[in-house]
């Protein structure tokens, strides 16, 4: 080191690499030679085209009006214009996943001025060894103490929404029950669970909320569809228009392209959009797609070859009106030898019904008449219907297990005794509902 004398620096005896560069010496360096040194910009970095989807107004959701109302106006009647009683108003919304069960309370909620406290579950820890509070404790303190308002906050109404369960309450029902109890009691604020259909060993609604503990608590349901194809080629043209916004990250996805994404997706607007936004993307290529063989009906008078995107492909389950039209138009393969057999996989049609066996059931009832030619294969469906109706009555422990006996009864049943079929087509009704006077 070197101290000099006029001045109280310290100079560093340290030789530092001279600092290299592409250009020549005497190259004359321009503003266009260094754009391939540029940052990219703060709002290329920052786009999220998920957040630029999400719903904001009514006529952005994917939903049926008809629903959307069901839900307003239980909001109307249970949250915003709610009387002082002494029980807490609960709603069930359960649907396929992405029928747009959570975009729609939100929308609402946000249009009618309600607050949502959602729950959150927490980080998985051994609460043995922290000795602190459980997920049931604290999944029941914040459902009790959800009534509260804090300080900061305003006073306007709230709404508690559920839609990812603690794995404790899943693992034991009989907890979730027990919460269900006190809550309904204590807690004040109304409360909305959200529950995805899923297969029977997979349901949620189906094992936390069974029909005994839905008519316990006075717990509403209103079931989502799928969504349709109209609403979600909206839902799309509108997701292309913000893709027209950044033609610098997007191209613009042809006709066809959609029309793939609309069949392959089957209802799920959440998948929908995930297609959209790979097949939008500049750096993600052409994908490939394939034709979908469909069976075409002599009444119409052309077929329209289809096409959906290979490897981005749904289970396409069968809805409550097809799983009832099949029962009732069952197809029979001759084997040659005077014996027939169903052709149709029963097990995963019943496992289409397994989350409310009771609907099936009387969907059944109220339409089998229409697709009976003879009066012994009547007799005999109506006995067997009458028949699985016993196992949906008020069993203790077993209670699950008898519903799914009392189900393969009358599907099974009234596919057996439909000797004579009527060869006409026949509109599927819902049941009649009897109130007592």
Avoid at 35 to 41: E, G, I, L, M
Avoid at 119 to 135: A, F, H, I
Avoid at 163 to 189: C, G, H, Q
Wanted: glycine fraction near 4%; charged fraction near 25%.
């Amino acid at each position: 080191m070197n101290k000099k004398s006029n001045k109280n620096w310290i100079s560093l005896d340290i030789k530092v690499d001279e600092v290299k560069n592409d250009f020549p010496v005497g190259t004359k360096v321009t503003r266009d030679s260094l754009k391939v040194f540029a940052v990219p910009s703060e709002t290329k970095k920052a786009y999220n085209f998920f957040e630029k989807v999400i719903p904001t107004i009514e006529s952005h959701l994917a939903v049926h009006s008809k629903k959307i109302k069901e839900v307003e106006e239980w909001l109307l009647r249970n949250v915003k214009d709610k009387c002082g009683k002494g029980t807490t108003s609960i709603l069930l919304i359960t649907g396929p996943a992405g029928s747009g069960k959570s975009a729609t309370i939100n929308v609402l909620c946000n249009k009618l001025d309600i607050r949502i406290s959602e729950w959150v579950n927490p980080v998985d820890q051994d609460y043995e060894l922290s000795k602190g509070p459980g997920q049931s404790a604290q999944f029941l303190e914040f459902l009790v103490q959800s009534k509260y308002l804090s300080l900061l906050e305003d006073s306007g109404k709230k709404l508690t929404l559920v839609e990812d369960f603690p794995n404790s309450v899943i693992r034991k029902p009989d907890e979730f029950f027990t919460i269900l109890e006190k809550v309904y009691y204590k807690a004040r604020s109304a409360i909305v669970f959200i529950c995805a259909d899923e297969d029977m060993s997979n349901n949620i609604s189906h094992q936390l909320f069974p029909q005994n503990i839905r008519d316990l608590y006075k717990i509403e349901n209103i079931t989502f569809n799928a969504c349709s194809v109209t609403l979600m080629k909206n839902s799309l043209k509108r997701a292309c228009s913000l893709i027209l916004e950044r033609s610098d990250l997007f191209t613009p996805p042809h006709n066809d392209i959609i029309e793939a994404i609309v069949i392959t997706s089957c209802g799920d607007i959440r998948s929908a959009m995930n297609q959209l936004y790979f097949a939008s993307l500049k750096a993600s290529g052409k994908l490939e797609m394939q034709e979908c063989t469909r069976s075409s009906n002599k009444r119409k008078r052309s077929a329209k070859p289809n096409a959906k995107l290979k490897n981005m492909c749904k289970d396409e389950s069968l809805t409550l009106f097809h799983g009832v039209g099949r029962i009732l138009n069952p197809k029979r393969i001759d084997r040659g030898d005077g014996s027939w057999r169903l052709d149709v996989d029963l097990e995963s049609l019943i496992t289409t019904f397994a989350p409310n066996p009771r609907k099936c059931i009387l969907f059944l009832q109220e339409n089998y008449l229409k697709y009976y030619g003879h009066i012994g294969d009547i007799s005999a469906t109506a006995d067997i219907l009458s028949f699985s109706q016993t196992f949906f009555d008020k069993w203790s422990e077993e209670y699950n297990k008898m519903r799914a006996y009392g189900l393969w009864a009358a599907v099974l049943g009234s596919m057996v005794y439909n000797e004579h079929k009527v060869s006409k087509w026949n509109q599927i009704t819902g049941p009649t509902r009897l109130e007592n006077k």
